[in-house]
């Protein structure tokens, strides 16, 4: 075979794959999905993340979700009517360091046939649900402690989430999030073992988890209200975050 004649194989060859390709039916990733990739292609995510909030060393260890929902958080004081009423909602993955939720899976799971190009497809996708009735709306806190000043805030559409980032004098950082209670998203918030402390805020019962990077009187406030999932983290006591909390409007 010549030099020639092993080139136009070649491009025989390739021009059949591409007509093949061409000719497949479009693919439909899930809703779930699309959410979660597009979390991880938005600019300037993951450079100022606060350090409980990411997991930190690769070495995973995969743990069954609803007993140690039950061993380790329901059967304490703190843990029991919060975490036990995520139970079929949150999916729990524990790692060396942290633990992290998957929020919104697997519960609303299942197969969704979908029309494309006049053929049936299947994905696993989400059940139809009233997204488009639900709107998001930004709350925003009325106070913050002296000395920081609001440096980053957006609303992701396309997740329905709003993030708020302060920075102090001397580059402390304070984050807040508002996400829906209902979405596929990732949470990991270390505590390195600490117990959860149990808060009201206003009339809601929420969480202070210590940060395993600051010392045990500092740490992340989370909380939902039924509608919306909320997170404030940075060096702060529990007293100040709770300060913050309250004023949410």
């Known amino acids: 075979m010549t030099e020639q004649e092993l ?3 070649i491009t025989l060859s390739c021009e059949a794959d591409y007509k093949h390709a061409m000719a497949a039916p479009k693919h439909r990733f899930s809703r779930t999905f699309r959410k979660k990739i597009k979390v991880l292609l938005q600019p300037g995510m993951g450079k100022r993340t606060i350090p409980a909030l990411y997991p930190v060393h690769g070495r995973r260890r995969v743990i069954m979700v609803v007993a140690v929902l039950i061993l380790i958080l329901g059967t304490t004081v703190t843990g029991r009517s919060f975490f036990q009423s995520l139970l079929g909602k949150y999916i729990l993955t524990g790692y060396t360091d942290h633990v992290q939720l ?16 006049e053929k049936n497809t299947m994905e ?13 709306v ?11 000043t609001l440096e980053r805030e957006e609303y992701y559409e396309n997740i329905e989430e709003y993030i708020q980032g ?12 508002q996400m829906r209670n209902d979405i ?7 505590s390195n073992g600490n117990e959860q402390q149990e808060v009201m805020i206003e009339n ?12 045990g009187e500092r740490g992340n406030l989370v909380w939902e209200d039924g509608k919306y999932l909320y997170i404030i983290g940075g060096d702060f006591t529990k007293e100040e975050l709770v300060r913050m909390a309250e004023t949410i409007k």
């Open 102 to 117: 998957n929020l919104g899976e697997p519960e609303n799971l299942e197969m969704v046939a979908i029309e494309d190009n």
């Open 7 to 9: 080139k136009d194989a």
């Open 138 to 148: 930004c709350k925003k806190p009325q106070w913050v402690p002296e000395g920081y």
């Open 204 to 215: 809601v019962k929420g969480y202070f988890i210590p940060d395993d990077k600051l010392d």
């Open 166 to 177: 302060y920075i102090e004098n001397g580059g402390k950082f304070l984050w807040y999030r």
């Open 184 to 190: 596929g998203n990732n949470l990991g918030i270390s």
């Open 124 to 136: 696993i996708g989400t059940e139809p649900d009233s997204e488009e009735d639900f709107e998001f």
